[in-house]
């Protein structure tokens, strides 16, 4: 009830659907159609009574199931032909006969919009406060530049003087059919709006409206949407991988809302999702990382942030959210649904942790990345040690490449971390050979047109990898010492602890790799072998079938 009106919920059903046959009984999202638009309707604080008006004995079941009450249709007010008003008053008099009183306000609410929501249902009653108000619609904002048809001069003409973007354009509102909302007194046989109509306006999403398949794959996959907040961390000390794996993430999760939240701190991070027009919020501590995640209403959160700690993340699954961790050797793992970490390959013991390449998740411009053809002859090498390179592997690597009789061309990338960038071009800006770059953005060229590479032992190895370059590998600290997958039989020349590698063995490998045609080719063989392009599905779907059985335990303490 609502000031004293008493408030009936009609919910017209049939049998005889055309375009997707017994639409209102088949299961979206595992629930049948019909039982959404009963479900909000008993989830509003002011809708007195639901019922069910149908021709069919089977959604008659489902729906007293469900809760609805229910009123038989006529064959007469069955047929297609029939308009929805004959069958409203029909139901509104069955019903009204049945409860011995008369309702205020008759809601039609259709079964066909089961994306509209109890809080929109509310609003269109509270409409009825003014007094004047007839009749409520459910409307959406459906601004374009449309043109019109003469027939008689057979001609198109637009409907709008001035070209301009979609924002600039007057509102313009387009009818759901999700809800309209009437007192009593203008429900009859042939019309169900008074004179004074209000509207209310509904988001895109509880618009649709299922008359087609492609409008019943559209709300599944509204149905199926999560809201997503990843916790990343980028800075100076340990770069920017974190971000540029979320980012990547973020770019394939095209049917979900994501949020990125990041420390006050953590400029690296902030710079990138504002260049990348990423929405973001950042946290001083975790009290107001908490007070972020439950005012966006996150389902899932991704942490990227390397070791947890034990208190952070039973505080996320005390509040109900369902955990992904990447890279994480923290306390905190054991408690997380679902932990991946591409860099090791060795066992954890752990049934929640996935390790190894096949949960590394390539950049989007590798995708488009042929694979490498092997020349004869070393013309080009790269050099790039990421982000963060503290012992300056860079400059050892060049010093002993510059040693040798080696002719061709060097290209040298660092981060913008890099403490001695100046010192470093002012070291080789006489020598033609070396050519120095700072934060690029088109890595998987360089990579490309690269004959040979010295990396660290982190996440460029997949990279590298999935073109096929032949590339030693220095690490650059005891953490990246125990990753695994840079051996001689994936590919990869690895020389251990690059600290403490002398410039002799670095000479002597490097020599091996240029003049072993047969060795590179060899190499690169090895690196193809692996499929490196089925990351994303892997991790997705490791989530989604743990992410089921979250959900199905959620639900199932919800009723115990």
Not at 80 to 87: A, K, N
Not at 423 to 450: D, H
Not at 483 to 491: E, K, L, Q, Y
């Amino acid at each position: 009830m609502f000031n004293n009106n008493m408030i009936l919920v009609v919910i017209p059903a049939r049998g005889g659907s055309k375009g997707i046959p017994r639409k209102n009984l088949r299961l979206l999202k595992n629930k049948p159609l019909i039982s959404y638009s009963i479900g909000v309707a008993k989830e509003s604080q002011y809708v007195d009574d639901v019922v069910v008006t149908t021709d069919d004995s089977q959604i008659a079941l489902i729906a007293e199931k469900f809760g609805a009450s229910v009123v038989r249709r006529s064959e007469e007010l069955s047929t297609d032909e029939v308009l929805l008003d004959p069958v409203i008053h029909d139901a509104m008099i069955q019903k009204e006969k049945l409860a011995f009183d008369e309702y205020d306000i008759i809601i039609t609410l259709q079964p066909t919009s089961p994306l509209i929501k109890a809080e929109t249902l509310d609003k269109v009653i509270e409409k009825f406060e003014d007094f004047s108000v007839d009749s409520v619609i459910s409307v959406v904002d459906d601004r374009h530049l449309s043109w019109g048809y003469d027939e008689n001069n057979d001609r198109y003409f637009p409907n709008y003087i001035q070209r301009v973007s979609k924002e600039n354009l007057p509102k313009s509102f387009r009818e759901t059919g999700a809800i309209l909302a009437t007192r009593r007194s203008f429900v009859h046989e042939d019309s169900r709006l008074g004179t004074n109509i209000d509207i209310v306006e509904v988001s895109p999403e509880e618009s649709v409206n299922i008359e087609r398949y492609e409008d019943w794959w559209l709300a599944e996959n509204y149905l199926m949407r999560r809201n997503i907040a990843m916790v990343v961390a980028a800075n100076d000390e340990i770069g920017a991988r974190h971000i540029d794996r979320c980012v990547s993430l973020a770019s394939k999760l095209v049917f979900h809302k994501v949020l990125f939240l990041i420390r006050e701190n953590q400029q690296l991070a902030i710079d990138k999702l504002d260049k990348l027009n990423y929405s973001y919020k950042t946290f001083e501590d975790f009290k107001e990382l908490f007070d972020i995640l439950n005012g966006f209403g996150a389902q899932i959160v991704v942490n990227d942030i390397l070791d947890t700690s034990e208190d952070y993340i039973l505080t996320l699954k005390e509040n109900g959210y369902f955990v992904v961790n990447f890279e994480d050797l923290g306390v905190g793992m054991q408690h997380a649904d679902v932990v991946f970490d591409e860099l090791y390959e060795h066992d954890m013991s752990e049934e929640n942790v996935y390790t190894g390449y096949k949960y590394f998740l390539l950049n989007d411009e590798f995708y488009y990345q042929p694979p490498k053809i092997i020349k004869n002859e070393v013309n080009r090498v790269l050099i790039n040690f990421g982000e963060v390179d503290k012992q300056n592997l860079t400059e050892k690597v060049i010093d002993s490449i510059l040693s040798t009789t080696y002719e061709g061309r060097i290209d040298v990338i660092v981060g913008r971390s890099y403490e001695n960038l100046e010192g470093l071009i002012s070291k080789y800006e006489s020598n033609p050979l070396v050519q120095i770059y700072q934060n690029v953005s088109n890595i998987s060229e360089f990579m490309f047109n690269a004959d040979l590479i010295f990396t660290s032992n982190g996440k460029s190895l997949y990279e590298i990898c999935s073109i096929g370059v032949p590339a030693i590998v220095l690490s650059k600290d005891d953490r990246e010492m125990s990753h695994t997958f840079a051996n001689i039989n994936n590919g990869f020349v690895n020389l251990g602890l690059g600290e403490s590698v002398d410039s002799q063995s670095l000479v002597e490998e490097f020599a091996k790799l240029v003049n072993d045609y047969e060795l590179r080719l060899n190499l690169h063989k090895k690196m193809l072998s692996f499929n490196l392009r089925n990351g994303f599905e892997n991790i997705a779907s490791v989530v989604e079938e743990n992410y089921r059985t979250f959900e199905f335990n959620k639900d199932l303490n919800q009723v115990i």
